[in-house]
């Protein structure tokens, strides 16, 4: 085998609510004295995940195994409002890391449930992001996955029917459940916009992009994350062979029998130094190229339950027990230019 060159698509990896979320635990591991709880993974991403469990980080699946006391992180992927009331009830400190975007999701279901709207939530069963979701109104809520589709699904009022989706689909597979929706309930009440997140549309025209130029799509990510296996139904839709893998170690040599040029995109959850190590183990002789397809600038800062925090200890640091100089930066004012990256490294120092 040997591969001429690797096409690294932009962008890729770490998208802003991923990074904010990776930060704002690195942060808990920080201030307080451990263990630190989080409910659900932080984000979908076995290596980010065990570098946390590396610094006495317990992530649990109930909010009931959080020891009364304890400080508790609230996933990237949004909580049920009983999570939340729970958390607050049991725990000493509660950050919530909820993506912004998945909250939005979380008010227009509570708003369309309160206007009194039959909601069609597109998204996938199970997955923590639409547990959240569905839970804010959960009996105005019907969860359609988005490879079934709407089958025989009859609202009680047609004339009252909302669709709403989880943030992280296959574009073109949320816009098959639209299109349908739209030629059977003709008032279909929608948010402005589709509720897939700027991350999962972006990623994805890439990954198109990057399909027509590849012989074979490598697509780093776990496998309980939503938007990295949608990247790779997009790129197998589009034409060409695609594989997830969680590092460059599941690469399997027959993939690459009469295989020149490889994409390589991850999702919004996977650590770029993966990516970095599968270019490396491919080892292109041409070297590898960037694929750029739109630029990203989005940021998320960190929430505010942990911004008093981290003020807190800035001005203790800096000035000792008296305020912090009205004006001067600090490290919540450089948090913009603080990546996960830069976060993971100390978490796995
Ligand atoms: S994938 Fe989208 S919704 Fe999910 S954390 Fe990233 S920006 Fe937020």
């Known amino acids: 085998m040997s591969i001429e060159r690797v096409l690294v698509a932009e962008p890729r990896g770490f998208c802003a609510g991923v990074d904010m979320a990776i930060k704002a635990l690195t942060w808990m591991t920080r201030i307080f004295d451990g263990p630190v709880y989080c409910y659900h993974e932080i984000v ?3 290596w980010v995940v065990k570098a946390f ?5 317990v992530f649990v699946n109930h909010i009931d195994e959080v020891p009364e006391g304890a400080p508790v992180m609230l996933s990237a992927h949004g909580s049920a409002p009983e999570v939340v009331a729970g958390a607050a009830a049991r725990a000493a400190v509660v950050i919530d890391a909820v993506c912004p975007l998945v909250t939005k999701v979380h008010h227009e279901v509570k708003r369309m449930a309160r206007d009194g709207f039959e909601i069609i939530y597109v998204g996938h069963e199970g997955h923590d992001e639409a547990v959240g979701t569905v839970a804010e109104a959960p009996s105005a809520i019907r969860l359609v996955e988005p490879e079934t589709g709407l089958g025989e699904y009859a609202p009680a009022d047609p004339a009252k029917v909302a669709l709403l989706a989880q943030t992280t689909l296959g574009v073109h597979e949320w816009m098959a459940v639209m299109d349908d929706a739209q030629v059977r309930f003709p008032d279909l009440a929608m948010s402005r916009k589709s509720d897939l997140c700027y991350a999962t549309t972006n990623r994805q025209e890439a990954v198109k992009q990057l399909a027509e130029e590849c012989d074979l799509v490598l697509v780093v990510g776990s496998h309980n994350s939503s938007n990295t296996q949608a990247l790779v139904r997009v790129a197998r839709d589009h034409g ?8 460059a170690d599941d690469i399997d040599a027959s993939w690459l029998e009469d295989v020149s040029v490889v994409g390589l995109t991850a ?7 993966l990516v970095q190590e599968v270019i490396d183990r491919l080892a292109p002789t041409s070297g590898f190229e960037l694929w750029s397809a739109i630029e990203e600038q989005e940021y998320f800062p960190l929430p505010p339950q942990l911004r008093s925090f981290v003020t807190t200890l800035q001005n203790l640091v800096e000035a000792g027990v008296t305020a912090r100089h009205p004006g001067k930066d600090g490290w919540l004012q450089r948090d913009r230019e603080w990546t996960a990256t830069e976060a993971l490294d100390v978490v796995s120092a």
């Open 44 to 46: 979908h991403n076995e």
């Open 53 to 57: 469990e590396g610094v006495g980080v």
């Open 240 to 247: 060409v062979t695609a594989h997830r893998i969680d590092s």
């Open 267 to 273: 999702g919004a959850s996977a650590p770029d130094h």
